[in-house]
Structures are given as structure tokens and as C-alpha cells.
């Protein structure tokens, strides 16, 4: 199965850039913001014998999208799709069918299961083991913050997946920019069509994705200024905590600010 949606809305940026085919989005916080330590992620092992998805499949036509619930046939366990994400990833522990779940800092969003790393590592790039033993196949993850930008430039961001993925990046006013593979998919790496004319500020972010069996994979990259070459969203622009930091002007007022202080104590003596 290989079904592709992208979308983007967006409120077109007023700042200078280089002359790219891109799409304006501006921050969701504008301004200058301390460097990150990583995105919150959440992975959720689900029950290899579930049978509840409610991705569609027609067996007269062997196509998706139409029929019954892949969960109503006798070879229909575990997760299908992004319908199957929504209806479990904020399910807790011991809650039917999720047998556990696991949640922190991820310092890199770059991780894959064991099959991954044995078989694949060398084709698509090295990952991380999965943060418990049992997250081999059917499990799902999210990982929510923000991108930090430091300076105005055209980007592009890519996640390498196996089975399906959606990753949302969030601006002013309602604007987002989104791309998604629903349904069981060969891994791969998606990327923006266009790339995103992005101001230095913090974007919020969503990434989800889920894999069925055999092996797994989440890996998020971006690029810079029309380049293709796609490297690891670094620690330092994933932000939980935003922390804003004073431009330099508001620097130099407030040190005036102090030297006043000073001063002014210094004559009360």
C-alpha cells in the first residue's frame, strides 16, 4: 500500500529571501530562543494480535481505502495506518491493546528497531536501538516541540519511515505545512515537494509515525538553502521549553540600565 498526501497552508513571510521555488511560513514564536535539548517523544507498543484497525480494505478489488475494517479478516492484526495511530497513541499502558509505553527527551529523533539496524543501517543510515527491547514491531511514536531557526533561509526536513508517518511544522496565525504516508509502505525518505522559506524563530511540530512488522524506522533530517544533502535535526533546534533571549539592543539597555543602578548606589554611600 502506498498512499501519498502532502499539504501545505500557509501565510507567506514579508522577509527578504534567496530566490528559491519555496513556501513563506513564519515562526509560531518569532525572535531569538536558547538552544534545545531535544523533542518530548512518546513510543507505544501495541499487542501483535489486536484486530481492531479501521483502515479499509476491498477484497474483491485487493485495494485499500474501501470495503471492511482490515481488523474484521482473520489475517487483519496489528496496525495498518494512520487511522490505527489516532485511536491508540494516547492510550496508556495495560489499556487494551497497548501492552506499554515509553516516554522522555529524545536528544535526536533517529531511531529503529532491531531488524533495522542489522539488515538497513548501511543503505539508510546508522539509528539508535529503540528505547525498550520490546518495540520491534507494532509500535508507534510521536515526537512534539519546536524547530529552532537561527537564521532566515530556505529549509527542507525529510523523515525516513517504515510503514507510515505524518510530520506537521506549525506557524502564525493557524499556517501549516504538512507531509504523511498512510497504509503499510517499503521504507523510504519524504521530503517537502517545495522548499519552506522559514524566519529565525521557533516552529512548532508534530511527527508520528508506526510500523507493523519486520523493520522500523524514525529518522528526521533537514537541508538548507537548496541543498540535497539531508543531515540529523541536531539537538540544539529541538526546543520543549522555549527561552527567549534578549536581542543585542535589549542587552545594551539593560546593562545601561545596571550602570545607572550602580551609580546611583555608589553616591548614596
Same mark, same amino acid.
Given at each position: 500500500m502506498n498512499i501519498r498526501h502532502v499539504t501545505v497552508v500557509s501565510v507567506l513571510s514579508t522577509l527578504s529571501f534567496p530566490l528559491f521555488a519555496a513556501i513563506g511560513l513564519n515562526p509560531t514564536l518569532a525572535g531569538s530562543y536558547a538552544a534545545g535539548t531535544g523533542a518530548q517523544a512518546l513510543f507505544v507498543k501495541v499487542d501483535d494480535r489486536w484486530q481492531g484497525s479501521t483502515v479499509l480494505w476491498d477484497e474483491a478489488t485487493q485495494s485499500y481505502g474501501g470495503g471492511s475494517p482490515i481488523g474484521s479478516y482473520a489475517w487483519g492484526t496489528g496496525v495498518w495506518g494512520l487511522a490505527d495511530w489516532n485511536a491508540l497513541? @494516547?492510550?496508556?499502558?495495560?489499556?487494551?491493546?497497548?501492552?506499554?509505553?515509553?516516554? @522522555?527527551?529524545?536528544?535526536?529523533? !533517529?531511531?529503529?528497531?532491531?531488524?533495522?539496524?542489522?539488515?538497513?543501517?548501511?543503505?539508510?543510515? !546508522?539509528?539508535? =536501538?529503540?528505547?525498550?527491547?520490546?518495540?520491534?514491531?507494532?509500535?508507534?511514536?510521536?515526537?512534539?516541540? +519546536?524547530?529552532?531557526?537561527?537564521? =532566515?533561509?530556505?529549509?527542507?526536513?525529510?523523515?525516513? +519511515?517504515?510503514? @507510515?508517518?505524518?510530520?506537521?511544522? +506549525?506557524?502564525? &496565525?493557524?499556517?501549516? =505545512?504538512?507531509?504523511?504516508?498512510?497504509?503499510?509502505?517499503?521504507?523510504?525518505?519524504?521530503?517537502?515537494?517545495?522548499?519552506?522559506?522559514?524566519?529565525?524563530?521557533?516552529?512548532?511540530?508534530?511527527? @508520528?509515525? +508506526? !510500523?507493523?512488522?519486520?523493520?522500523?524506522?524514525?529518522?528526521?533530517?533537514?537541508?538548507?538553502?537548496?541543498?540535497? &544533502?539531508?543531515?540529523?535535526?541536531?539537538?540544539?533546534?529541538?526546543?520543549?521549553?522555549?527561552?527567549?533571549?534578549?536581542e543585542p539592543a535589549t542587552w545594551a539597555m539593560l546593562a545601561g540600565g545596571l550602570a545607572l543602578i550602580g551609580a546611583a548606589a555608589r553616591r548614596r554611600r
Open positions: 497513541i @494516547g492510550l496508556p499502558a495495560g489499556q487494551s491493546p497497548v501492552l506499554s509505553t515509553w516516554s @522522555g527527551l529524545a536528544s535526536q529523533i !533517529n531511531f529503529g528497531n532491531t531488524l533495522y539496524n542489522d539488515l538497513y543501517a548501511g543503505q539508510w543510515g !546508522n539509528t539508535v =536501538a529503540m528505547p525498550q527491547a520490546e518495540l520491534q514491531t507494532n509500535w508507534l511514536a510521536q515526537f512534539t516541540g +519546536y524547530i529552532r531557526i537561527t537564521e =532566515a533561509d530556505a529549509y527542507n526536513f525529510s523523515v525516513l +519511515y517504515d510503514d @507510515g508517518f505524518f510530520f506537521k511544522l +506549525y506557524g502564525s &496565525d493557524g499556517s501549516v =505545512a504538512g507531509i504523511e504516508q498512510d497504509g503499510v509502505n517499503p521504507r523510504d525518505r519524504e521530503g517537502f515537494a517545495d522548499d519552506l522559506l522559514l524566519a529565525a524563530g521557533l516552529y512548532r511540530f508534530e511527527l @508520528g509515525v +508506526y !510500523n507493523r512488522l519486520e523493520a522500523g524506522v524514525v529518522d528526521l533530517r533537514w537541508s538548507r538553502g537548496g541543498s540535497t &544533502d539531508w543531515a540529523l535535526v541536531p539537538t540544539e533546534a529541538l526546543v520543549t521549553s522555549p527561552l527567549a533571549v534578549p
